[in-house]
């Protein structure tokens, strides 16, 4: 066999295929866009689902990749030394191109002549046959023919050798394997033993069968072949091992991971498994963050599978000793050293990689220590029952972040189980009751209103270029039911065949505007989409009556329309501005905008300066300024790449796409609508910048005559601020800066004066002071002093006192200040201020702390004080012994 880097093994695959007419279809991103319900993609063939039902694809009918691909369901067996959360997956495929007999000449030529193995040592599996499809001695006469030993081709059922979903494309597959050279473990040794004699390589999909949903299969007009070897196993295997941990995609960093931990790889099964879950785990994470997707951490979906990931890696990284700065060295090791080449994405992403990582590590380790302590209590008082209540291990989950997995885990290494049903009622009770608190109500067109409606019936939106047309009524509905009319003051639903108003979707607000018909007016209050392509106009009937089948004029408030179009397009030019003062990590999370404002989400790690806010405002206002056409191009989505047009990740675009340009300044593809020139959006403000989740900031801003509206405002209040100053607008900073002065000197000579108060009411003291050994021991109340006051007077009070302590209260409106202070040699004796004040704060309704030799607390019960002090007395007694 021939040895392998892995950038050789990726670069080897696509130029085999290449070299027989397959074009490299490049990999998508990690993250599912969920049109095949999971939310990550699990497999090559996962992305290309829709061309294998016969769909055609744009890039011809014979592909090869190399795809990126996540599972977590067995994330338990990670830790061994083949399992893997994130691995890559080499794919080839004929869409109703050749079939079985290039396809099984092409895999024996890529194992003997690529990779070097003899034919001795081949063997592959064909199915079997059964009730439901025939034998396919098809496959096995061309592997035979390909070059594998009669004797070596086996006939195995359909739990072995079938593909195939609940229905759809389906058919007999033929995996390969290697054979080793030790004896059979018995009579019936052969491949699918797990006795290590036979080895998979590599598996070929021959779909070609269609199963019906009544679950007969009928011949495929159009064959498929889907080929997908794993690139993990293959490496390690073509490297004469059968870890993949050992291949050059694990070892730098396994080897970092040693002398980071001073603990050796394969020396001890319990740090070997730490090892192998976090440089498998702090993989993924670096993928996954570094995606095209660009996932954070969260609590809920595919940002939850990463988040325990992350935590995962980091409860291991403590058993080995490894520190949050090894952690991140780890994964730079990922960006920077191992797929640097295959991976350019990450090396862009590095910087929001690395800081989105910590920050979700520091999050983590800032409750993690006091998490083990609570999950060590729990464990003690459940010993005796053998399981952690669902209660219990919803709150390791709510207090400290501990993911269920994480604590079923670390409850199983001691011997326990946990009630994972108790933990799902625990988490919908809570958030039943957060249901039950909220205070806003929504509502939305229930989408089974419509389940009855004729199938063909659809929608065309044609208002790209006008405000108006003419249609027929199709369906009406009131909130409840499908209706034949709808009367005046009810509330409902019109639908037509093609509508000039745009109904809400990637983030634009649906039109108002007016339907009106021979009998009646129908004023729309927003445009929504509905299921099976159907626009929805709901509102109010304002008079008369409106009747299916009726001819209906549509009409789209100009207004409305108009100003929602001048602050979508403010933030396409937005967007290229963050781009430009921020840098080319940023990325669109999220947006909105209606007639009022534009919200644009996006990747960030921190607050921006108001510099940058200013530079941004300044670029989006200068290609307003530059009127630049607007210009809609319509494409294929192949072509709108080759553009450089920006996407929204997630976002499902069709085979024809439009592409939005803006000048030479911004191009995107988007489906909204827009101004024609850039001009007419007037003015740009940002109103403000936030931050809405982790590493993901938020800018609200306003366009328009909207602008002016904001100036006229501010002008307003600067007008009533200079009034009430008593002096001009112009002048206002500086009367301002004025007052603050003499407020300022105001305040000190305020503090002065309550501080001789304070001297004056305590009077002499000392006399009161308790002796205790060579110590002195004062507790005194001052009426109405601040704590800057009392802080002043210990100070001063310690200094006639001379060793020992000072403890002073003061009630000020209601709310208590406690300070204590205590000498030097009396803090060597014992005597601490910090431990003193915890002692006593609670007597005063509060809590407080600070250092041995002084300390300070507020509180909320006055009443309380002279306990507190007399008690403070008690306890510097007994500190000092």
């Known amino acids: 066999m021939r040895q392998f880097t892995s950038n050789e093994l990726r670069k080897e695959w696509i130029r085999f295929y290449e070299e027989r007419g397959h074009v490299n279809c490049g990999a998508v991103s990690l993250v599912s866009d969920g049109s095949t319900g999971v939310m990550f993609n699990v497999a090559g063939m996962q992305a290309l689902m829709p061309y294998l039902l016969g769909k055609k694809h744009p890039m011809g009918k014979r592909l090869c990749n190399v795809q990126g691909c996540v599972r977590t369901n067995d994330i338990d067996s990670v830790g061994d030394r083949s399992h893997v959360t994130f691995f890559e997956m080499m794919g080839s495929w004929s869409l109703g191109d050749y079939f079985k007999a290039e396809r099984c000449k092409w895999s024996y030529e890529l194992l003997t002549q690529v990779f070097g193995f003899d034919a001795d040592h081949l063997a592959a599996t064909v199915f079997a046959g059964d009730e439901n499809a025939p034998r396919d001695e098809e496959g096995a006469k061309y592997r035979i023919e390909s070059g594998f030993k009669p ?374 209050a927003e445009t929504v989409k509905l299921p099976e392509g159907r626009i929805g106009h709901t509102g109010k009937v304002v008079s008369g009556t409106i009747k299916v089948g009726e001819e209906a004029e549509l009409e789209v408030c100009r207004e409305t329309r108009t100003a929602t179009c001048k602050n979508h397009s403010a933030t396409h030019l937005m967007q290229k501005a963050l781009r430009q003062v921020l840098g080319d990590n940023v990325e669109q999370q999220g947006s909105y905008q209606d007639p009022d404002r534009t919200r644009f989400d996006f990747s960030y790690g921190k607050a921006m300066t108001a510099d940058e806010i200013s530079k941004v405002e300044e670029l989006v ?147 009161s002071a308790v002796t205790h050994g060579e110590y002195k021991l004062l507790a005194v109340k001052v009426p109405g002093t601040a704590m800057n006051g009392l802080r002043d007077l210990a100070d001063e009070l310690m200094t006639k006192l001379g060793e020992g302590g000072v403890v002073l209260a003061s009630d000020e409106g209601g709310k208590v200040n406690l300070v204590a202070k205590v000498s030097d040699k009396a803090m060597k004796s014992g005597a601490h201020a910090g431990n003193l004040i915890k002692e006593i704060a609670g007597l005063v309704g509060g809590g407080g702390g600070g250092r041995p030799n002084m300390a300070q607390a507020g509180g909320k019960n006055p009443a309380g004080i002279e306990s507190a002090l007399e008690k403070s007395i008690e306890v510097l007694k007994k500190q000092l012994g």
């Open 151 to 524: 004797e070596n081709v086996y006939f195995l059922p359909a739990e072995d050798n079938w593909w195939g979903l609940e229905f759809g494309p389906c058919g007999p597959d033929s995996e390969m394997f290697y054979i080793a050279d030790v004896p059979d473990c018995g009579p019936d040794c052969g491949p699918g033993c797990d006795c290590g004699k036979y080895t998979e390589i590599g598996n070929d999909v021959f779909m070609q069968y269609e199963k019906h949903e009544d679950g007969h299969l009928t011949p495929l007009e159009k064959k498929n072949v889907d080929t997908g070897w794993g690139l993990e196993r293959i490496l390690a295997f073509l490297n004469g091992s059968k870890d993949v941990y050992k291949t050059d995609l694990f070892a730098p960093i396994i080897a970092y991971i040693e002398q980071a931990s001073g603990k050796k790889y394969d020396a001890d099964d319990k740090y070997t498994v730490s090892m192998r879950i976090l440089a498998d785990h702090t993989r993924t994470a670096v993928m996954l963050i570094g995606d095209k997707a660009r996932l954070l951490p969260s609590n809920m979906g595919a940002g939850y599978v990463l988040r325990r990931l992350i935590r995962r890696a980091v409860r291991h990284s403590r058993n080995l000793g490894i520190q949050t700065s090894d952690i991140l060295h780890i994964a730079s090791m990922y960006v920077d050293e191992i797929y640097n080449e295959s991976y350019p994405l990450l090396v862009q992403n590095r910087e929001f990689i690395l800081t989105e990582l910590g920050n979700e590590i520091r999050r983590f380790e800032a409750t993690l220590e006091n998490g083990l302590k609570e999950f060590k209590k729990i464990l003690g008082e459940k010993k005796s029952v053998g399981s952690i209540d669902g209660k219990s291990a919803f709150y390791l989950y709510d207090t400290f972040g501990f993911p269920i997995e994480l604590t079923v885990e670390m409850a199983s290494e001691e011997g326990l189980s946990v009630d994972e049903e108790g933990f799902k009622a625990a988490m919908e009770e809570q958030k039943q009751l957060a249901r039950e608190n909220a205070a806003f109500s929504q509502k939305t067109v229930a989408a089974d209103i419509y389940e009855k409606v004729d199938k063909s019936i659809s929608s065309e939106f044609i208002g790209y270029d006008r405000l108006s047309s003419t249609d027929k009524i199709l369906v009406l509905a009131d909130n409840t039911a499908v209706q034949d009319s709808l009367s005046e003051g009810t509330e409902g639903t019109v639908i037509v065949a093609k509508t000039p108003f745009y109904a809400t979707m990637g983030g634009q607000k649906g039109d108002k505007g007016v339907i009106r018909t021979a009998g009646g007016v129908f004023e729309v």
């Open 621 to 767: 206002n200068k290609a307003i300024a530059d009127d630049l056409a607007v210009r809609t191009d319509i494409m294929s989505i192949e072509d709108a790449k080759k553009t450089g047009a920006m996407a929204l990740f997630g976002e499902k675009y069709g085979d024809e796409v439009r592409v939005v340009n803006m000048g030479d300044y911004s191009i995107e593809l988007c489906g909204g609508t827009h101004v024609a020139h850039t001009g007419e959006i007037a003015n740009f403000k940002i109103l403000s910048e936030s931050g809405v989740a982790a590493g993901v900031r938020r800018i609200e801003a306003i366009t328009g005559s909207n602008v002016i509206k904001y100036y006229k405002n501010n002008e307003k209040l600067l007008e009533e601020a200079a009034d009430a100053a008593k002096t001009r607008a112009e002048e206002l900073p500086a009367r301002i800066a004025a007052m603050q002065a003499e407020i300022k000197s105001l305040h000190h000579e305020l503090e002065s004066l309550k501080a001789k108060a304070a001297k004056e009411a305590v009077g002499d003291v000392m006399d």
